[in-house]
Structures are given as C-alpha cells and as structure tokens.
C-alpha cells in the first residue's frame, strides 16, 4: 500500500468518526432538548394545577362567603317578616278585644267561658276573682247570680278593688298562692308566644327550599 493511500484511509477514518462523534452529540443534543422541554411542560402543567386548584380554592372560599351572607342576609330578613307578622296579628286581636265589649251579650260569654275556665284549673275551693272597673260596677250587685249562670262551682268572691285591664277577668285562690290572668292583657301576651312558635314554623316550612337552594 502507497503512503498516499494509507493516509486516505487514515483521514476517512478519521473523518468517519468524526461523523459519529458528530451524530452522537446531536443525539445527546436532541435527547437533551427533549428532556428540557418534557420538563418545562411538566412544571407548566404542575403550575397550571397549582393555579387552578388555587382559583378552584379562592372560588370555593368565595361562594361559602356569600351562601353565608345569603344566610345571614335571609335570617334577618326572616326575623323582621316573624315580628312584623306577629305585631299585625297582636294589633287585630287588641282591636277586635277593644270592641268586644261594646257587645255585651258576647262579652258575657266571653268572660263567664273565662272565669269558669280559670275557677276550674284552680284546685281550691276559695276563690277570688278581679274585674276592671266597668265590669266590677255592673256585675257587683248580681255577682252570685252571674256566677251561677257561668257554671261556677266554686266559692268565687268578686275583688273589691278593681284592676287595670281592657277586659277579661284574672282569678286567685283567696290566699293569693295560685293565680290565673285570664285577661284580655295577660291571654295576648300568652298568645305572644304562641304566635311567634306558630310563626317561625310557617316562615321556616315555606323557606326550607329556598335555604337549600342557596346551600346548593
């Protein structure tokens, strides 16, 4: 072999793994790319979680703030509608008791049904019932009589100092110890009560879906 020709094959040799070492690194190259970019999209793809999970956060916070203003906001609102309610049907039984009396054959049912009810829940044989003064002036002089007629078993002596009332009667045994107001002022503040009981409960069977609703 000629010097010339070993010193081809020399220099194809070299330049054929010159080549190699050329496509090895554009290999690793690519590989390195490739590797760079996987990552690049995974950490993309964990921030763009980390965002959303975090707008999902912001937004669940968000719609718990204002489902509990919603409820707070329908509470109040309730408890204005409960009052107002209340008020309006205290306001008609005041007026519809402050004409009562006018019509004095039903007010003498009225008040004989009160009296008898409150001398029968009351365990003592002595009794004494208050009047106001309108109704004390007129019973006074047939009182016994009245009694009777209203189904009175017991032994009832009318007051003889009469009580600030619209109407109504309020009976005690005669040592005072038990007490019934059966007046048309103490039987409304009872029915106070069960009229706000009454109330809440219509108010809240008819809000419960709306509560829902807003609860989602």
Request: charged share 35%; aromatic share 4%.
């Given at each position: 072999?000629?010097?010339?020709?070993?010193?081809?094959?020399?220099?194809?040799?070299?330049?054929?793994r010159?080549?190699?070492?050329?496509?090895?690194?554009?290999?690793n190259?690519?590989?390195?790319?490739?590797?760079?970019?996987?990552?690049?999209?995974?950490?993309?793809?964990?921030?763009?979680?980390?965002?959303?999970?975090?707008?999902?956060?912001?937004?669940?916070?968000?719609?718990?703030?204002r489902?509990?203003?919603?409820?707070?906001?329908?509470?109040?609102?309730?408890?204005?509608?409960?009052?107002?309610?209340?008020?309006?049907?205290?306001?008609?039984?005041?007026?519809?008791?402050?004409?009562?009396?006018?019509?004095?054959?039903?007010?003498?049912?009225?008040?004989?049904?009160?009296?008898?009810?409150?001398?029968?829940?009351?365990?003592?044989?002595?009794?004494?019932?208050?009047?106001?003064?309108?109704?004390?002036?007129?019973?006074?002089?047939?009182?016994?009589?009245?009694?009777?007629?209203?189904?009175?078993?017991?032994?009832?002596?009318?007051?003889?100092?009469?009580?600030?009332?619209?109407?109504?009667?309020?009976?005690?045994?005669?040592?005072?110890?038990i007490r019934?107001?059966?007046?048309?002022?103490?039987?409304?503040?009872?029915?106070?009560?069960?009229?706000?009981?009454?109330?809440?409960?219509?108010?809240?069977?008819?809000?419960?879906d709306?509560?829902?609703?807003?609860?989602?």
């Amino acid at each position: 072999m000629s010097p010339r020709g070993g010193i081809e094959e020399l220099e194809a040799a070299l330049l054929a793994r010159a080549r190699a070492l050329a496509d090895e690194h554009l290999a690793n190259a690519r590989r390195t790319r490739d590797q760079i970019l996987a990552d690049g999209a995974e950490r993309l793809r964990l921030r763009e979680e980390r965002e959303i999970l975090a707008a999902k956060a912001a937004a669940e916070r968000l719609y718990r703030q204002r489902v509990q203003a919603a409820e707070i906001k329908l509470a109040e609102e309730l408890d204005r509608l409960r009052w107002s309610l209340v008020l309006e049907a205290l306001e008609k039984m005041r007026s519809r008791l402050a004409a009562l009396p006018a019509d004095e054959k039903r007010y003498d049912t009225l008040l004989e049904r009160y009296v008898a009810q409150a001398a029968e829940a009351i365990e003592r044989d002595e009794l004494v019932a208050e009047l106001n003064d309108r109704d004390a002036a007129r019973l006074a002089g047939r009182w016994e009589a009245w009694c009777r007629d209203a189904g009175v078993a017991k032994r009832l002596r009318l007051a003889p100092q009469p009580i600030a009332c619209a109407g109504g009667a309020r009976v005690s045994s005669a040592d005072g110890a038990i007490r019934i107001d059966n007046t048309f002022e103490g039987r409304l503040e009872r029915m106070q009560e069960a009229l706000q009981r009454t109330v809440m409960e219509r108010l809240y069977a008819a809000t419960a879906d709306v509560r829902a609703m807003i609860g989602g």
